[in-house]
Structure formats: C-alpha cells, structure tokens
C-alpha cells in the first residue's frame, strides 16, 4: 500500500549525463515537492507543484527542472549533474488546506555522480 | 524570512533516559508545527503534529511536543527512550502565508545507548 513512490531507489549517473528521477502518487493529492538531503542536513525545497502550477524555489539552479504530465506523477530532471548534485532526492504530496499541510514522503532517490 | 532552530546536532542518551529535542521558529504569524522523524535507510514519517487548539500534542511511539507561543518553541520530549528511537528528528514549520510549504530544521541525530 505504498503512497509515494520513488524510482529507482538508487541511480548512478556520469558527471554531466542528463539524469531523470520519478516520483508517483496514489494519494491523489494535488501538491507535489521535490527536496534535496544531503549527508545530516535538512530536506532543501528544490521546488513543487500546486495541480499544475509550477513553483521554483529562488535559489534552486537552473539545472534542476521539473514535470507534472498529470496529478499522479512529478519528475525531477538534472540537465547536466555535477559532483555536488549527489544527494538524497525526496519527493513528498500534501493536500492544501487550512489544516492539511502535512506532508507524506516517499522513500528517496540516492543519486550519485561518478 | 522563516527558519527553524534545532540546537542540539548530537544528542547521545541511554536506553530508559528522558529525552528532550529543542526547536524554535521565527515567525510571527499563525503557524502549523510537525516533527518527523528519518529512521536508519527509512523515509521520512511524521511524528506528531500541531495545527491549533491544546498546546501539548501527544504523536505515535510515545512522543510528544508542547507548543509555547511566547518563546516561538515547539520541544519534543520523551519520558523513557528506547534504543529504537535511534533516528534523526527534524522539526518543521508551515507559515499560513506561504501556502503549502514548510521549512525544516537542520535535525538531531539522536542515539541510544542499549
């Protein structure tokens, strides 16, 4: 009965190879998130969709984007990673609401660049 | 701008101690409070929640939070921790001005002595 599913759980890519991360919902929550976790640190909002409207953080870089074709699914696109984009990926649905802002996460993306 | 303060990085305890993890906020408005919890390799799940109403919220595993508004501080305790409760705890705020995000602490890695 997973609810926020992440694939693959582990990817390997090459400095520099676009690298594309998925995220699934059966929740169907309208907000969907994307967050980088690096090693001890706190989830960094890369950025997220309310329905389809698309909202980027300020300092998220431009090699980061992002895709919702439909309510279900959300990708995290890296154009061209570099050594410090190896992190963990998380991708987290929350319902908006007075008192909804709780947000249910997947298990991760550990992406590492060689 | 928000942000969050979880002061203690480390936090070493032995099985049966009381525990207490420090969060404090800056924002002056209505806020939604959360504690997660990131056992080892495990995702992201809430621990307990607080959105209105009494201050003290009781979460699952024995956890509970108490929100003071006077000191913007919103400390998980324990009575009697467990060398389950291994993990690292992050506390997080949702500001009702910035519609569906929160912003997380830089966590407490907190482990128990068996």
């Known amino acids: 009965d997973a609810m926020v599913i992440q694939n693959p759980r582990y990817q390997v890519t090459q400095f520099g190879k676009p690298v594309t991360l998925s995220c699934s919902q059966t929740l169907n929550h309208n907000v969907m998130y994307w967050y980088q976790q690096k090693s001890s640190q706190a989830p960094k909002l890369l950025f997220h969709?309310?329905?389809?409207?698309?909202?980027n953080e300020a300092d998220t870089p431009d090699n980061f984007q992002s895709r919702r074709p439909n309510t279900s699914f959300c990708f995290l696109d890296i154009r061209s990673p570099g050594l410090g984009d190896a992190a963990m990926y998380l991708c987290?649905?929350?319902?908006?609401?007075?008192?909804?802002?709780?947000?249910?996460f997947g298990p991760g993306t550990r992406l590492t660049v060689t | 701008a928000q942000s969050v303060s979880q002061h203690n990085h480390h936090v070493i305890l032995s099985e049966a101690a009381s525990l207490e993890l420090g969060c404090n906020y800056s924002?002056?408005?209505?806020?939604?409070l959360f504690w997660y919890v990131q056992y080892p390799g495990q995702h992201l799940q809430l621990l307990l929640k607080y959105f209105s109403g009494d201050p003290l919220v009781k979460g699952i595993k024995g956890f509970e939070a108490e929100f003071i508004k006077s000191k913007f501080s919103f400390n998980l305790r324990k009575p009697s921790v467990q060398w389950s409760d291994t993990a690292e705890y992050f506390c997080a705020v949702n500001a009702y001005s910035s519609a569906s995000k929160i912003i997380f602490g830089s966590g407490t890695r907190l482990s128990i002595r068996p």
């Open positions: 969709y309310y329905d389809k409207d698309f909202n």
């Open positions: 924002y002056g408005g209505t806020v939604n």
């Open positions: 987290a649905t929350s319902i908006p609401g007075t008192q909804s802002y709780e947000q249910y």
